[in-house]
């Protein structure tokens, strides 16, 4: 996730933390403020002041864990991705350090008070306040642990929920992400519906919507709402390469000359499919096409290669898709890919 989202996300929690803060110091400044103007000087040198302000420290404290733990259960509920590990422990760091300012202010105001009757002290933090901050941070600790493990829960709780709604989908629909070869999408059609799929038009998506005029992301989300699984088909629509400014010497020919690539909103959207159907996308490729980094090590249907439609029905059955049996129907011959085309039109040397 981008690093600036994330800091702007817990910048806004500490803005409502502070805001909090400000009201509850208050109340908890007058009061302390109450039982340092009551001391006598016997007090003050013998430290029984602190004792009679411990249970207001132990206030303090509660106070930070319960507010910090309840405004990033709200942040999460807003911005999961607020929800890593790192992001857990910070927490937990941070209301550790925050639980140890609020015994020790209270110690420097001791020091400063001692020091305005003529008293030097010197004694560190009491025994008993010691013992009292390090079972405070232990309570936080679970605290953290607690909403860590709320957080698990009500993703899994969510992807649980999604994925019945999957299995609730028509299972012969299929989302098609596709570029401009309409040919290898024509083709792609044909072979879905030879195989007694139902493959998601455009038109569809929109309808879905419930709008006469959606954005472009809303179209997708409700596609990929209906659809029991997706395929992306990667044509080499585009031609691309790496900037040689950026060439590194390990680049390939791939990266120094222009090869053809998928379109970028294939890119996109086939990171979409592979967030809301992680194990029913399906990337098919129709001739040679750059690979996006993000897609090494998966396993492409190359409809170039003998037994594609084959292989291609079988991950679709696997992935739960309602198919027609293998020995029904002329599938196998379903769909014309044709011969690879390049993005470009011929050059003309006529002249």
Request: charged share 30%; net charge negative; hydrophobic share 40%.
């Amino acid at each position: 996730m981008d690093k600036t989202r994330i800091e702007a996300m817990l910048d806004v929690e500490e803005h409502a933390y502070r805001k909090e803060q400000e009201a509850f110091k208050e109340n908890s400044l007058r009061a302390e403020l109450a039982i340092r103007e009551q001391a006598s000087l016997s007090d003050i040198k013998s430290g029984t002041i602190l004792a009679r302000l411990r249970p207001t420290c132990i206030e303090r404290a509660k106070w930070v864990t319960s507010t910090r733990i309840r405004l990033r259960r709200d942040s999460l509920a807003k911005y999961p991705e607020l929800g890593t590990p790192d992001q857990f422990a910070r927490l937990e760091t941070l209301i550790s350090r925050e639980i140890d300012a609020v015994f020790q202010s209270v110690q420097d105001s001791h020091v400063r008070l001692a020091s305005s009757r003529g008293i030097a002290w010197l004694d560190p933090m009491h025994v008993a306040d010691q013992r009292e901050v390090e079972k405070l941070k232990e309570t936080a600790a679970r605290e953290v642990a607690v909403l860590e493990k709320e957080h698990q829960l009500t993703n899994l709780t969510q992807q649980q929920q999604a994925q019945s709604r999957r299995d609730d989908n028509n299972r012969k629909a299929v989302w098609v992400v596709h570029g401009r070869n309409t040919r290898a999408r024509k083709a792609m059609f044909d072979l879905l519906i030879a195989i007694g799929l139902e493959p998601l038009e455009w038109e569809q998506a929109i309808a879905f919507t419930g709008k006469p005029t959606p954005y472009t992301g809303e179209v997708l989300e409700a596609g990929f709402k209906r659809a029991h699984a997706a395929i992306v088909l990667l044509t080499g629509d585009d031609l691309a390469r790496c900037g040689t400014r950026y060439l590194q010497e390990s680049d390939g020919l791939d990266e120094r000359e222009l090869t053809p690539q998928a379109r970028p909103n294939v890119i996109f959207e086939a990171g979409m499919a592979f967030g809301v159907f992680p194990k029913s996308t399906v990337l098919v490729g129709f001739g040679k096409t750059r690979q996006f980094s993000d897609v090494f090590g998966r396993n492409i249907v190359d409809m170039n290669e003998a037994g594609a439609r084959a292989k291609l029905r079988d991950r679709l059955e696997v992935a739960g898709c309602d198919v027609s049996p293998v020995n029904t129907g002329h599938w196998l011959d379903a769909g014309d890919f044709g011969a690879e085309e390049s993005p470009d039109h011929p050059v003309d040397h006529s002249d």
